[in-house]
């Protein structure tokens, strides 16, 4: 970390391991070129781009569009299905994909659930020393749910998630991660057992990793006002108890911070939880926020925050390595940001394509120097 004056500080390029651009097949929500634009604005240096796009990142070409959308200060890494098309029932070509430049393997969006062929893919990307980032949430389970048990969800009837749905599929995936050694990360925990479940197997010395979202940490589900889809997201916003127990998870160093960032258009989120899209965008919010969640309000020192946001990342992201200390040569542009007073978030400002967040107005001290 450098201090320069004025509240400026430096640190090594942060890295946001699990952002959706929606090229190709909505482009209407976000194209790699705005993406890469919110990303920079946010104060990012490097992306890992999900698979989850119409046709899914499963072949070599996908991979060389998506990490091609790069720029001098923006790196683009992709991300490659661990089955074809996503759809849970072949593997893809797992080797092929690695050798084309995939950071890591996911299914991100839909879990895998058939346990025979996860473990076939888990001892495959072990072979190969890459992770596997695992969307944990098991569709049995699920049952159709939309919002987790709060005052909102009784009030509109609204079907709930269970927190089994979480923890049933990372009991299954920490099982596999044992069997096979491969590298497991929990993407989006969002439960405090959930969390408990990845202290354990760290403790236990397994090649486990997790990250919370900036939502995950600043809001809980009791904090829904209305049948606002600009709320739902996947997993939900949990309990108070599990966000505290996600804060104390980030400040003791067991979870990174990524953002699940998710444009959709206004179409797909403007008619409340039981058939909106799930996700909210993040990118441009993401460094304010959870200096304001962690540092300020949980005590975490700036250097523990920053490197839950460069250092961490890159120990899953396959071609990108932390220096050995902030005073290294980074890969990477430098990420600045300022701490000032209360600035107002403007979401017509955004670089992104699209608007759905539910932080309008909200404001915070910490932002990025562009």
Sequence with gaps: MKKEENGIYTFPGFVDVHVHFREPGMT????LKSGVEAAYAGGFSAVVVMPNTTPAIDTVEAIARQVGASTDSMRVFSSASITKNREGRELSDLERLADAGAAFFTDDGSYVSDTKLMEEAMRRIADLNMCVCQHAMD???LAGGVIRQCALA???????IA???ETVAIERDLALCRETGCRLHIQHISTAHGVEMVRAAQREGLPVTAEATPHHLLLCADDIPS???NYKMAPPLGNKEDRAELRRAVKDGVLMFATDHAPHP???KNSGFLTSSNGIIGLETAIAITYAVMVEEEGMSLEAWAEAWWKMPRSIVRGL???EDSSAEDVLKPTKIEVGPLRRFDIEKVKSLSRNCPYGN???RCWPCR
Excluded at 28 to 31: F, K, L, P, Y
Excluded at 154 to 160: D, T
């Design 321 to 323: 390595t932390a220096p």
């Design 266 to 268: 206004f179409s797909s």
């Design 163 to 165: 927190p089994e749905t």
């Design 154 to 160: 009784k009030a509109c009837n609204l079907p709930v």
């Design 227 to 229: 049948d606002d889809a």
């Design 362 to 364: 909200m404001q915070w």
């Design 139 to 141: 569709p049995k389970v």
């Design 28 to 31: 209407s929500a976000e194209t």
